[in-house]
């Protein structure tokens, strides 16, 4: 495989550079993985109107879903952002745990919605029929559920970016599950 190395602002283009000077600006840097994103003139920009976009998910719930999905598809980039992510909204160490594994013990609501992220993303859309009905049985609707797809779509792109770019970690590096339950 070949190396990547993270562009630097000079490297892009000069909509990407735009987009570093306002990343920069609300996140104080650019994420490495946002910056190879701009090895492409357009896909930066496009996937930040995606992620950004408005969904019927709160903040708490795309982060139990970003963290089940990276969990299932291995990203340790992806894991580590989501974990700074998910302390910044609240959550404790032991909860980040259980949403990577796909379930939380503390939140009804959440469980269903953190193992229907994992299940979407372990069969690769050939979700499970009583995970689905789960899901529904927790308070959630159709239109949580084609939000929950699209975000595991969402990171999942970010996921394999990473897989096969193996660009630097730029943030506190996520500890292996195995390596953190009791």
């Known amino acids: 495989m070949s190396t990547f190395n993270v562009p630097t602002r000079d490297q892009v283009s000069e909509n990407n550079q735009a987009i570093f000077d306002t990343l920069k600006g609300k996140l104080g840097f650019v994420p490495n993985l946002y910056a190879t994103y701009a090895y492409s003139d357009t896909a930066l920009e496009n996937y930040l109107t995606f992620s950004g976009a408005k969904t019927s998910l709160s903040a ?3 982060e139990v879903v970003n963290l089940a999905v990276s969990q299932v ?3 340790i980039y992806c894991l580590s ?3 700074a992510i998910g302390k910044m909204n609240g959550f404790s160490d032991d909860q980040i745990l259980e949403f990577r594994g796909g379930y939380s013990t503390s939140d009804t609501k959440l469980n269903a919605l953190a193992k229907l992220a994992k299940n979407i993303t372990e069969t690769r859309g050939k979700t499970d029929a009583d995970t689905v009905e789960a899901f529904f049985n927790a308070g959630y609707d159709k239109g949580n559920l084609i939000d929950v797809i699209s975000l595991v779509g969402d990171k999942t792109i970010s996921n394999y970016i990473h897989s096969t770019t193996q660009i630097p970690v ?4 996520a500890q292996p599950l195995e ?3 009791v």
Do not use: S
């Open 60 to 62: 708490k719930e795309k």
């Open 73 to 75: 598809n291995d990203c």
């Open 81 to 83: 952002a989501h974990t």
């Open 170 to 173: 730029d943030f506190p590096v």
């Open 179 to 181: 390596a953190q339950t």
